[in-house]
């Protein structure tokens, strides 16, 4: 952490950010944050005089999703200044170094600034064949998180791959792909920030917390900030009033589709994701997923591609009957099966007891009942 | 139901059967209580899992959905108590109510399970004689007690996320990691429906066939409390106790 409280001053009026601005971004924070009016008054003023965190980012087996988010951080002016200028001292897709010296400039880091740094990773760590399948300037993924990670302040994962393994990791996994919290498990201060990718605003936030606190957010069971995965997708829904009056899109473009009706009969899984996307939403700001009528697909749940699929469907097929099997039809299925196997067993024995009563009482037809 | 009804008179060469109380009013009301509670659970949560029913899109506040889920709810709450009350009798209860009648520790009991089950397959032409529970019956029902108290758990594990975060019922979460993730929960629940359906299934025709081939009047004695009973098992039971 390098200790000069007035760079984000400087850098502010260097990027001819108005005072305004400032406090509008200090304003979108303290709300994803879900900080008291209090705190959110102090907020300007804490960022102001924070220090400026050392960051290096990984990347893995990965997509590069989580960067395209994290360059797309809107309120440009202010984010990009706490992102940007963090000092992001390797970072493959966006530094101008390369090769060897690019490599230098992590080692120096690690070195420099042990213990004080944060890492970001972004992608899964795959450990078959030696860690042959990523390795960067000859050192394998894992080799580099243990090292990278170990002496880290704090590891940010971002995205699912990162945090939970994602998709390199789903079934069959050819790699063996793991999280960096499975990789890494000696890492101090591990957060997932998972979502396929995390949303910037998030990223930010987090930054935005520990500059100014200088302590992390609670986590839940995943590690994840409770800021933005303590309420479920479908608690922050708007379409949730049509999924209340049982409204649903039945087929896509129909006209309960048109008319924004809930996409629970799609197999949309936000009753089962929790996240912030209704709150926060994508691009600015602009809309998430389900607004613009496609349903969630659970993508910031451990193992989504697995659990989660078929997207499209509520449920998961059965199991020895694949996974698109419909559970209610294997259920009739074995339901009648069921019934057939004990009637026919009732009705054999049935008659078996009729014969062996005439035989020992040929009587019996008269005998009247009582 | 009188007893006159529920059995008729033996033929020549039938053992005489006299009506022995098992099924006291606890068991009794219980049994129907969760009956009835399954009935409206699983046509309920049908409609939760797959809602059949089209809402106009003029309706006027329908809340259906939102309706459906508390019927659902408060009916599972309902459902719960039976269970518990039901494993509560097993330890207080009648002797017919008893643990023991469920998980077989007398090696006749054992016995008496094997023997009934060769009446499944065709090696007896009746079950054999039991006053309370099937020895079988016993254990098929030690099984759907644990698939009620999973079914349950995993209705509690989901009821655990939507309830508010300052009801005792959130601390339910902690189970949603041991079934696999909140996903595996939903599944996991309404597959456990479908696994209680055969059990009911079964029961239901198995009953009707004992009654018939044995004419003790089983159908009936989940009203009447009464089964009719063999005088030599009665006095067997009695020199086992
Ligand atoms: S669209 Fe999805 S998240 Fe929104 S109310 Fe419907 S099921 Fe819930
Ligand atoms: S709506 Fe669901 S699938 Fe889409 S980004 Fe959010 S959590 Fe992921």
Redesign the pocket.
């Known amino acids: 952490m390098i200790k000069d409280t007035q760079w984000l001053a400087r850098e502010l009026k260097a990027h001819g950010v108005s005072r305004n601005d400032f406090l509008k971004f200090c304003g979108s924070m303290a709300a994803i944050l879900a900080l008291p009016e209090w705190a959110a008054a102090k907020l300007p003023e804490a960022l102001a005089a924070a220090a400026k965190p050392t960051v290096v980012w990984l990347e893995f087996q990965d997509c590069a999703g989580n960067t395209e988010s994290f360059l797309r951080a809107w309120r440009p002016t202010v984010a990009e200044i706490i992102l940007d200028a963090v000092s992001v001292d390797y970072h493959e897709t966006i530094m101008a170094a390369a090769g060897t010296q690019a490599t230098a400039a992590l080692d120096q880091t690690v070195a420099k600034h042990s213990g004080e740094y944060l890492a970001i990773v972004e992608g899964a760590v795959p450990t078959g064949a030696g860690g042959a399948y990523c390795a960067i300037g000859g050192k394998a993924a894992l080799d580099i998180a243990r090292e990278v990670c170990g002496n880290a302040a704090a590891t940010i994962a971002v995205g699912t791959c990162a945090s939970f393994g994602g998709l390199p990791a789903a079934r069959p996994n050819p790699t063996a792909a793991i999280s960096i919290s499975e990789a890494v498990p000696a890492a101090a201060n591990v957060i997932n920030l998972s979502a396929c990718p995390a949303n910037a605003d998030n990223i930010t936030a987090l930054l935005v917390y520990y500059m100014t606190m200088k302590r992390w957010p609670p986590l839940d069971d995943h590690r994840r900030p409770v800021f933005a995965y303590g309420q479920l997708?479908?608690d922050g829904?708007e379409?949730?009033a049509h999924?209340d009056n049982g409204q649903y899109v039945e087929a896509w473009g129909d006209e309960g589709h048109r008319l924004g009706y809930?996409?629970?009969k799609m197999g949309?899984k936000?009753?089962v994701t929790s996240h912030n996307c209704p709150i926060v939403k994508w691009n600015e700001g602009t809309n998430w997923p389900?607004g613009c009528g496609h349903?969630?697909v659970g993508c910031a749940e451990p193992q989504f591609w697995d659990k989660m699929s078929p997207f499209y469907k509520h449920l998961t097929g059965v199991p020895g009957f694949g996974m698109a099997a419909n559970i209610d039809k294997v259920g009739v299925g074995a339901a009648a099966v069921v019934t057939a196997a004990f009637v026919a067993q009732g009705i054999v024995q049935k008659v078996r007891s009729r014969k062996e009563e005439n035989v020992t009482t040929p009587s019996h037809e008269e005998e009247k009942r009582p | 139901m009188s007893a006159e009804n529920a059995v008729r008179a033996p033929v020549a060469g039938e053992a005489v059967r006299v009506p022995v109380y098992v099924w006291d009013i606890w068991v009794r009301v219980i049994h129907w209580a969760v009956f009835f509670c399954f009935i409206i659970l699983a046509i309920t949560g049908s409609y939760i899992s797959h809602p059949f029913i089209p809402v106009a899109r003029d309706a006027y506040e329908p809340f259906l959905m939102g309706t459906v889920r508390v019927v659902h709810f408060y009916t599972a709450m309902v459902f719960d108590l039976a269970v518990f009350a039901r494993i509560v009798l097993m330890f207080v209860g009648s002797p017919y109510a008893r643990w023991d009648q469920f998980i077989p520790v007398t090696k006749r009991r054992w016995n008496s399970a094997l023997e009934s089950l060769k009446f499944y397959v065709f090696l007896r032409r009746t079950p054999p004689e039991a006053i309370g529970h099937d020895a079988l019956d016993g254990l098929i029902f030690a099984a759907r007690f644990l698939v009620d108290l999973l079914i349950i758990a995993t209705g509690f594990a989901l009821y655990s996320k939507i309830t508010s975060y300052s009801s005792p019922l959130a601390i339910f979460q902690g189970l949603i990691p041991y079934f696999g993730g909140l996903q595996s929960v939903r599944w996991l629940h309404h597959m456990l429906m479908w696994v209680a359906i055969l059990f009911i299934l079964q029961h239901v025709i198995r009953v009707i066939v004992l009654s018939t081939v044995k004419h003790d009047g089983t159908v009936e004695s989940m009203l009447s409390g009464y089964r009719y009973v063999t005088k030599e098992d009665l006095a067997e039971e009695a020199r086992d106790r």
């Open positions: 997708i479908h829904c379409r949730r999924f809930c996409l629970y949309c936000g009753p389900v349903p969630c």
